[in-house]
């Protein structure tokens, strides 16, 4: 099984706590524009999130005809408005100069959420995942058929 071992991030000047996060690259559907940022690895999520600043950045426009709007809640039953977009969507390593794998995938993304949310439906159930609190640090393991992450191709250079 090959592995990626990722140590906690965060930012304290931005209120964002230290964490498994795991570095992502997020394309638009046009696969025109991208970014590179880290994702909340999020085990007790259903599904991804990203925010819908996120989604803007990257040319998707919320409210296009379209597009597939939900009213959804939140897990202490605040209602709120999300905006289901497609993105291809790679994990990185830890250096962020390959990659794990690859999926395209629809997103429903949220304002004001503070970071992209990695769910497990949709992307962890792809990994063997190890969160290590003690030491901070996050293992994803995969078989190398497998490629991880919707994805039969082994890494390659970005």
Known sequence: MDTAT?????????????????????W???RKKSIVVFALADTGASGCVFPAEMATYLDH????????IHNARTFNGRPVKT??????VDI????????????????PCVSGLAEPL?????????FKVTVDYPKKRIKLGWTPQQGG??????????
């Not at 304290?12 to 997020?26: F, K, L, M, N, S």
Request: overall charge neutral; glycine content about 10%; proline content about 7%.
């Open 6 to 26: 990722y140590t906690f991030t965060g930012a304290e000047d931005w209120g964002v706590e230290e964490g498994p996060r795991i570095p992502i690259r997020v």
């Open 28 to 30: 638009s559907k046009s």
């Open 61 to 68: 426009n919320l409210d296009a005809p379209n597009v597939n």
């Open 83 to 88: 905006y289901r977009h497609t993105f291809f």
């Open 92 to 107: 990185l390593t830890p250096d962020r100069r390959d990659v794990i794998g690859r999926n395209k995938m629809i997103v």
């Open 118 to 126: 990695l769910g497990v439906h949709d992307c962890l159930t792809s």
């Open 149 to 158: 992450f919707g994805s039969s191709q082994s890494p390659g250079t970005i």
